[in-house]
Structure formats: C-alpha cells, structure tokens
C-alpha cells in the first residue's frame, strides 16, 4: 500500500514526518521526499495494508496536508528506483530531480535541506517555509 501526495512546503512535510515517525502502529517501510521548484512530492509505502480506522486516518490526514498526487513517468521511475535500491545521489543524476530523503521518516534530512538551500538562495521561497 502507497501513497503518494504533493505537499506545499516544507513545514507540512516534515509535520508528515513527524506523524509516521510517532505513529507506531503504522508499518511504514520507506518515505521518499522529493523538492520541486513548487513543492514537495512525498511517497510513503507501507509494509502491509493498513486496517480500515488507521488507512482512514492516515488519508484524513495526508489530505489536510496536501492533495493526492500522479507523478509523470519520469518521477514515477526516480520512485521506483529509489524503492529498488538506487543510491539517492545516483537517482538524482539519472533523473534530474531533487531526492531530499528516502527511507524512514526522519525530520532531520528535511530541516537540512532547506537549511542549506535557504542559506545558499539567501532567502527563503515559499516551498521552503
């Protein structure tokens, strides 16, 4: 089971972090977070199907943060290759896009990415807030 959301910035992305980070009862196997100029593609896979009350309230939530999102192929492939095992750095070569984190959801990787792109803009956009 997966679940895949555009979400407007990065406070809201690392609020979902936060969440399956402190949700115990949900069996995250991976969260991948990728930055675009205007967002934040977020993937979060699941090791089993979640029963009905926890998928209800993990989409309730994903929903208030952000909205269901299709990635176009060439996203869908950097995904696919980073849940295959593809170095972050590798997939980001290959496919030009900005991988921020793959794995368990840590805030960590998110704070420090907006850091140092904050600090290298010297400003801070909208998607970075």
Excluded at 69 to 87: C, D, F, K, T, V
Excluded at 97 to 105: E, N
């Amino acid at each position: 089971m997966e679940y895949i959301y555009y979400i407007a910035n990065a406070s809201l992305t690392l609020r979902l972090a936060e969440y399956l980070h402190s949700a115990c009862h949900l069996p995250v196997s991976f969260m991948s977070v990728i930055h675009q100029i205007d967002g934040w593609v977020v993937r979060v896979k699941m090791k089993q199907k979640l029963a009905q009350p926890y998928e209800g309230n993990l989409r309730a939530f994903m929903n208030e943060i952000g909205i269901p999102y299709i990635p176009g192929i060439r996203l869908q492939m950097a995904l696919w290759s980073l849940e295959n095992g593809q170095s972050p750095v590798e997939v980001m070569r290959h496919y030009q896009v900005v991988v921020v984190c793959h794995g368990q959801p840590e805030r960590n990787q998110i704070e420090e990415f907006r850091r140092q792109f904050v600090k290298g803009l010297g400003y801070c956009p909208e998607t970075l807030t």
